[in-house]
């Protein structure tokens, strides 16, 4: 029981890192109509700042401010620069500029901090466990992602449902040219929302940076679970984001830990690991398919 | 005029001879040996093939350019720590560079990849880290040389130690790969105990959240990991957040607790205990040097990786010396190989039946030094021990 409460929680926490990632990226393709692949490296930015502001400085809330600062304006810059010129293209286009541009980060930070992954240490403040239930200790830094996802999820749900800006984001997903017609300046609306997930992709750096090392092409390892996120939610769906990005975590959790324990009751230990960890990676695939039997545009559709 | 006839002829074979062995050396200094280095530069692992590829460049350094004598150039490539990749330089250096020998490669599963073409096309092999089992036993092969140890080895003594340590219940975990079967194999060979729990993690794993979840339900006295390079890092990392290594202490080969994974991890490791075949405070004249030299020229502690490395390029440079810098006659290499007549930065060293080391195992612990953690030698665990392969080896 403990050891499902903490396998449970472990899901969560994956999950609303995947919501942070996911949440940009939907926005993005939602509202802008842009698949960016190079989402994953501005996560790989923020941690790289992160990671460096907090080796020079060592304090954690600079390395937060620095990570968030350098995600949100290498994303506004990336809009301004090459996205801006793809809005009109087609897809394959927008897949193979942003694809490059996954490359042209990837070796720009091996010229810039080398091959070396980089390691951040947890605050201070968020050190060490706490039980959470009798028998159940966990790392409080994780509990701290659990916490400052769900706040995030709320802030969006307040920004885009409640604000006039909010409303020009929804409206934007819908009737792009009724908004421009009404004299919304679209062109700087995308830039923000595009910043706004840059801002996010960099938020989930910056946490995850003292769990994971920092390193080149941590973003690739991520953008895939990511894309399923949001094929599951719905494209364009933050409230779909966010389920859906949970539902993944656990599934691939859980899956995880428990396939191969079952698995090797019937053959041997590695290889019921290898079979295991195969099915499990392949169970959030065959969720996303189930889904999409089920819901052909996803749990909460955008468009709807 | 018969004798004079034969005389003429034994003149003028001299003199061809002399004037061919003329000609060598200067065509060597031409061009030099190329010796092509395959290995693993980016990723987590990227440290790794950083220090194999200082250590080996340090090595030839100190003998100005050269090896044994012999002036070489070495081509280095990133493997990308994928296999096929790792088996496209392979081709392109035996291809288009007329490479004939080759080294670097860290991982089991690209050396898997890459070892077979080697060795088919008649080319040497001689690894600096990845020395996987089934090389070592009955797919042994003449041309396949292993400086650094059987990987079998490793987890061996660290199961020795873990007996020396009374630890009776030990979780264990490795990637599932070749080497990481071999190590929980290894390990499993020496260990006397019981095994509380045994799980494979995924080689591109960085999360080891659920696993942690299962050491701290299975309660073990010690866990047992091999996760090289970054991966062990990110291991120990998630370890200490966890809030076990209070509670449950490690045992561990080399490969997951280096210099660099040291001083990631930082004070949180001391009192880790570990096996090694070789630690940077070895009280040996060469090894002595080769720190010296290494902290000199690259301002960082050597990990026993680039240690592997420079007795790679060592033992290189004896059986050059041996065949008077030539690669091409495998059967002189072989012969010049063999004896590891280089002095080993590890003091003892020599190659086994399977052209395995057979050497000593030391047992180290980190400490606190001078107010930093430091990898500090303890006891010998292991005497000349060879691996258990060897017998099934026949060339």
Redesign the interface.
């Known amino acids: 029981m403990?050891?499902l409460l903490?396998?449970l929680l472990?899901g969560v926490?994956?999950g609303v890192t995947l919501f942070l990632l996911a949440a940009g990226l939907t926005l993005v393709f939602g509202i802008m109509g842009v698949i960016n692949l190079a989402h994953g490296s501005l996560y790989m930015v923020g941690a790289y700042a992160a990671a460096v502001a907090a080796s020079s400085t060592g304090s954690a809330v600079v390395a937060l401010l620095a990570g968030l600062a350098a995600a949100a304006a290498v994303g506004m810059v990336v809009e301004y620069a090459v996205l801006r010129r793809l809005y009109a293209r087609d897809h394959l286009d927008q897949v193979l500029a942003t694809f490059g541009l996954i490359l042209f980060f990837n070796e720009g930070m091996?010229l810039l901090f080398?091959?070396?992954?980089l390691?951040v240490?947890?605050p201070e403040a968020l050190?060490?466990?706490v039980r959470v239930l009798p028998g159940v200790?966990y790392?409080i830094?994780?509990l701290a992602i659990i916490a400052v996802g769900l706040l995030v999820a709320l802030g969006l749900y307040v920004l885009i449902q409640r604000t006039r800006v909010g409303m020009l984001v929804r409206a934007g997903a819908t009737h792009r040219e009724m908004v421009r017609a009404l004299g919304v300046d679209v062109r700087l609306l995308y830039t923000l929302v595009f910043g706004l997930g840059a801002f996010l992709a960099g938020l989930a750096g910056v946490m995850t940076g003292?769990?994971?090392?920092v390193?080149?092409?941590?973003g690739e390892?991520i953008l895939i679970l990511t894309f399923v996120v949001v094929v599951i939610g719905g494209i364009g769906s933050v409230r779909g984001a966010l389920f859906g990005a949970v539902l993944v975590g656990l599934v691939d959790?859980v899956l995880?830990?428990y396939v191969?324990g079952l698995l090797r009751q019937v053959m041997e230990?590695?290889e019921a690991?290898?079979l295991g960890?195969g099915l499990a990676s392949m169970g959030v695939y065959l969720l996303m398919a189930l889904v999409l039997l089920v819901k052909p545009r996803g749990l909460f559709p955008a468009h709807a | 005029m018969n004798l004079n006839r034969r005389g003429l002829l034994a003149t003028g074979a001299a003199l061809g001879l002399g004037a061919s062995s003329l000609a060598r050396p200067s065509l060597a200094q031409g061009a030099p040996l190329k010796i092509g280095m395959i290995t693993t530069?980016?990723?987590?692992g990227?440290?790794i093939?950083?220090d194999i590829r200082d250590a080996f460049q340090l090595a030839m350094e100190m003998e100005g350019g050269k090896l044994g004598g012999t002036p070489v150039q070495l081509l280095v490539e990133d493997d990308g720590f994928r296999p096929g990749q790792g088996k496209q330089v392979a081709e392109r250096f035996m291809k288009n560079e007329r490479v004939r020998l080759l080294t670097g490669i860290i991982f089991s599963n690209i050396l898997g990849a890459v070892v077979g073409d080697v060795l088919d096309a008649g080319g040497i092999y001689v690894s600096p880290n990845a020395s996987p089992s089934n090389l070592a036993g009955r797919e042994c092969h003449k041309n396949f040389w292993s400086v650094a140890w059987q990987n079998d080895s490793l987890h061996e003594s660290a199961g020795q130690l873990a007996n020396n340590l009374g630890q009776k219940k030990m979780f264990i975990l490795a990637p599932?790969y070749q080497a990481?079967?071999d190590a929980?194999t290894g390990f499993k060979r020496l260990y006397k105990g019981q095994v509380a729990g045994?799980?494979?993690?995924?080689l591109?794993q960085?999360?080891y959240?659920?696993e942690m979840?299962?050491i701290?339900?299975a309660a073990p006295d010690g866990v047992y990991q091999f996760h090289p390079g970054?991966l062990g890092?990110?291991f120990l990392?998630?370890y200490v957040?966890?809030?076990l290594l209070a509670n449950i202490p490690m045992t561990l080969a080399s490969p997951s607790m280096d210099a660099?994974t040291l001083s990631?991890v930082?004070d949180a490791a001391v009192g880790i205990n570990l096996t090694s075949q070789w630690n940077s405070d070895l009280d040996v004249p060469a090894s002595k040097r080769f720190v010296a030299a290494f902290q000199a020229k690259y301002n960082r502690i050597p990990t026993f990786y680039a240690q592997q490395s420079f007795d790679t390029a060592l033992a290189i440079g004896a059986a050059l010396k041996g065949t008077g810098g030539k690669v091409d006659d495998t059967e002189t290499f072989y012969r010049a190989m063999k004896p590891a007549s280089f002095e080993s930065t590890r003091g003892k060293f020599s190659f086994g039946a399977n052209n395995h080391p057979v050497q000593d195992w030391w047992a180290i612990r980190v400490e606190n030094v001078a107010g930093k953690p430091a990898l500090v030698t303890k006891d010998r665990v292991l005497t000349d021990h060879g691996d258990v392969y060897a017998a099934q080896c026949k060339f």
Do not use: C, H, K
């Open positions: 403990a050891l903490e396998q472990n926490q994956l091996v080398g091959r070396q992954p390691f240490n947890v050190r060490g466990t200790d790392p830094y994780r003292p769990i994971l090392s390193q080149v092409g941590m390892q959790t995880r830990a191969p230990g590695s690991d290898a960890a | 530069l980016s990723g987590a990227g440290y093939g950083q599932n990481g079967r929980l045994e799980v494979y993690t995924r591109d960085t999360d959240a659920a979840a299962q701290r339900a970054g890092i990110t990392r998630q957040q966890a809030g660099t990631a930082g």
